[in-house]
């Protein structure tokens, strides 16, 4: 591991557990637990698509929202819309480099993405409950 990414993957893992400790358990359970629905989807699905950084702060973010609880469901669509909405992404590096028109075709196509990933992943834990994640709780 490089020393350079050191810093950063410090602050991510500082930021995930601040996201561990802030967010009341039963208020995360109710907002994204495997119970939420499509509610719990897209409120996940914003959260990723607004999340910024790169993968030394959301994983750590993921990994913590996992932890307290949050459904298999909304933790992919948060993964999916971090990575492929990323609306930081269009504002900093798209629309400077590739231009508006573009970058409102990327949005606009990527969109759906989330929730759709966030259904598959609640149909195939109802499905193979054994897929579910393991590690909840501290178990």
């Known amino acids: 591991m490089s020393l350079q990414i050191l810093p950063q993957l410090a602050c991510g893992l500082m930021i995930g557990a601040f996201v561990g400790v802030l967010l009341p358990r039963d208020l995360l359970i109710r907002w994204v637990g495997a119970e939420s629905g ?14 910024p950084g790169g993968p030394f702060a959301a994983f750590p973010v993921i990994h913590a929202l996992y932890r307290a609880g949050a459904g298999a469901g909304a933790v992919v669509a948060f993964l999916v819309a ?8 269009l504002f900093i590096w798209e629309i400077p480099f590739l231009g508006t028109q573009f970058g409102l075709l990327r949005l606009c196509s990527t969109l759906p993405l989330p929730l759709l990933a966030g259904l598959a992943a609640n149909a195939l834990v109802r499905s193979f409950p054994a897929l579910d994640m393991p590690g909840k709780d501290g178990a």
């Open 82 to 89: 971090w990575s492929c909405v990323g609306v930081n992404r």
């Open 38 to 51: 499509l509610a719990g989807l897209a409120i996940a699905s914003l959260g990723g698509a607004f999340m």
